[in-house]
T-cell receptor, first 109, second 113 residues
Framework: QKEVEQDPGPLSVPEGAIVSLNCTYS??????FMWYRQYSRKGPELLMY????GNKEDGRFTAQVDKSSKYISLFIRDSQPSDSATYLC?????????FGQGTRLTINP | NAGVTQTPKFHILKIGQSMTLQCTQD?????MYWYRQDPGMGLKLIYY???????DKGEVPNGYNVSRSTTEDFPLRLELAAPSQTSVYFC????????????FGSGTQLSVL
């Protein structure tokens, strides 16, 4: 079983839609959870960072962690074509991050 | 600051050849990492280093070697290249543990033919 599982998609939605991206993880010791955004032919960039359970909001983006169900979510409100990218969830293992497979998201104008 | 710089950006290697992917960072970060990214497979950790002179294996170290003689540089060596090593390679760095933000380079696209 992979430590972090993510549906690779692809996911295609119309501009303005609410997007929900999800991951599950298996290690109950994970405390730090992150979302990285990766544009085509670029390196990933940190988008959201959450410690333990709860919600964190930054503009149109909301990260949610439910440790009881080992579920990680990223919500994008009022999605824009510029949000088209691959989104990778990640959780901290022993001194290193474990990444999900990444979900390729396309926002259609 | 340039951040994390990787060279080359693209390379084609013949089976059995060797090469070194270069990575340097100018942020004085202690931690450095090498990942490979295959289509639909996310990022897999190859090797990492917590400081100069200290390296450790990640998830997929076979066929690779690293060294960390300075804080700035973390080269990745491919020995006897195989088609299975065709991938996009990313170098990353962080100030301390993985709980810190990772800064990634722009990647090296490597094809082994």
């Amino acid at each position: 079983q992979k430590e972090v599982e993510q549906d690779p998609g692809p996911l295609s939605v119309p501009e303005g839609a609410i997007v929900s991206l999800n991951c599950t993880y298996s290690n109950s010791a994970f405390q730090y959870f992150m979302w990285y955004r990766q544009y085509s032919r670029k390196g990933p960039e940190l988008l959201m960072y959450t410690y333990s359970s709860g919600n964190k909001e930054d503009g149109r983006f909301t990260a949610q962690v439910d440790k009881s169900s080992k579920y990680i979510s990223l919500f994008i409100r009022d999605s824009q074509p510029s949000d088209s990218a691959t989104y990778l969830c990640a959780s901290q293992g022993a001194q290193k991050l474990v990444f999900g497979q990444g979900t390729r998201l396309t926002i259609n104008p | 600051n340039a951040g994390v710089t990787q060279t080359p950006k693209f390379h084609i290697l013949k089976i059995g050849q060797s090469m070194t992917l270069q990575c340097t960072q100018d942020m004085n970060h202690n931690y450095m990492y090498w990942y490979r990214q295959d289509p639909g497979m996310g990022l897999k950790l190859i090797y990492y280093s917590v400081g100069a002179g200290i390296t450790d294996k990640g998830e997929v170290p076979n066929g690779y070697n690293v060294s960390r003689s300075t804080t700035e540089d973390f080269p990745l060596r491919l020995e006897l290249a195989a088609p299975s090593q065709t991938s996009v390679y990313f170098c990353a760095s962080s100030y301390s543990t993985a709980a810190e933000k990772l800064f990634f380079g722009s990647g090296t696209q490597l094809s082994v033919l």
